[in-house]
């Protein structure tokens, strides 16, 4: 039986991750702080270590994964805009706990890390679709550490011989994404304005495009990147539906009155090639958006 250990795995995809591993069989150890993950999310086969990655004594967080083939690096302190608030925190926890969790896996005797990285550290780029060879243009503190992280991975991976792999993802959307609070992405912003009968509200003029990609397939790349014997040196790869619409498209489909609430910055497309995902991974995504979106309401009752 394989085993791994998933930082984070409270968390939206971090929980989502843990039970389709478990599914598959493996033994699965969370080591999460709930500060954004959920208690209910934690898959009661798994094995709970309340841990704060980015303050936990280095040998305790060492001795965690111990035994361990694969960590799964999820946790993190997401979304930009708390990030531009907040640099130093989320400096502490994104860059600071990477890299102890990179540490205490090649001490432990891991034989790959995960690493779940950010289309942010794309930037604002005006060339679509967005390849993993195009210099990066970070325009937030979260996008920068996200990016350090992979540099960090590649690095491990030449200085200690630690297997790592990097997912740039987009745009994740799914089931379990928080619908309050400061992590929240706009599906899960339009879900609570829905319950509570108010306007959807859309910053800028709702024409910003993203390419939304399903938790499901960000699950399966991540087993299919913990499993390949094509990847392992801090390959930068996109996971991406290879698609985009716009928050105009999601609030139509949410439906409901819509209020626009002013100007942030944001980079005004995404779209991933998700070419070298399918070569290296032999991965696909397997749902749209706008299809998906009825069945959440549905599960929402609104």
Known sequence: MKKAIVTGGAGFVGSTLTDELIKQGWEVTILDNLSTGKQENINPKANFILCDISTVNQDKLTSYMVGGDVVFHTAALARVQPSIQDPVSFNFVNTGGTVKVLDAAQKAGIKRVVYSASSSAYGDQTIMPLHEEMPTRPISPYAL????????????????????????YFNVY???????????????????????????????????TRDFTYVGDVVNANILAATSDRVGKGEVINIGAGNSCSVNQI????GGPIEYIGDRLEPKDTLA??????????????????????????????
Request: net charge negative; with cysteine.
């Open 174 to 208: 799914g089931e379990r994404m928080l619908t309050e609070g400061a992590y929240t992405l706009v599906m899960g912003v339009f879900a609570k304005l829905k319950q509570e009968n108010k306007p959807l509200t859309i910053t800028n003029d709702g024409e910003q």
């Open 145 to 168: 550490q996200k990016y350090i992280g992979e540099q960090y991975c590649e690095l491990f991976s030449t200085i200690y011989g630690l297997e790592t792999v990097c997912l740039r």
């Open 251 to 254: 609030a139509e489909a949410f």
């Open 273 to 302: 090639n998700n070419s070298k995902a399918k070569e290296l991974l032999n991965w696909k995504p397997t749902k749209e958006v706008l299809d998906w979106i009825p069945t959440y309401k549905q599960m929402l009752g609104i």
